[in-house]
Each structure stands twice: as C-alpha cells, then as structure tokens.
C-alpha cells in the first residue's frame, strides 16, 4: 500500500510542475529555440539537423514522463479511495456475531 501513496504524491508534485507557468514557459522557450536552430540549418547538415530532433524528442520523452507519473498518481489516489472506503465499509458492517440481525 505504500507504494500507491508515493505514487500519489509523485503524480502530485507531477502536476504541479506541468502546470507551473514557468515550467510552461520554459517548455515553450525550449522548443521554439530548436525549432528555430532546425529552420535556420542548412539542409546539407543533416548531422546537426538530426541532432536537434533528438533534443527535441529527449524534451518530449521528459514531458511525456512527468504525464505519465501524473496520471499514475491520479489512478494510485483513486486505488487508495476505493481501498479507505471498502475498509469503512466492512468496519461499519462488523458487528459481533451474537448482534448480526438475520436475514
């Protein structure tokens, strides 16, 4: 069960790092600047071109990874949920088995 807990708060801080206007604005400077550099290089320099797509797709895996752990956060909130409710439930229906009303 602890692992769900970490998970929660790892998808947490996951978040809040993706919605940080200056992660924003730190992704969007990133990406426009390689952007810019692949425009600007000759196409006779396919080593450099090829270069900035891996830099541009290292930055996508990264963002993709902070996702990825967000929403295993939100599924790992939801099991916990689910788990504190299921456990409040059977601790509401125990009853000594002398009081249980038949039926």
Known sequence: MGN??????????ARRILASPVWAGAWDAYRARILEEIEQAASANV???MHLKRL???GTAA????????REGEFAARSIEFDE???????GDFRPAHHKIPG
């Open 4 to 13: 769900l807990y970490r998970e929660r708060e790892q998808g947490d801080e």
């Open 47 to 49: 080593e450099l071109v």
């Open 56 to 58: 541009l797709s290292a």
């Open 63 to 70: 963002r993709a990874h902070l996702e990825r752990i967000m």
């Open 85 to 91: 409710r299921k456990k409040a439930a059977a601790i």
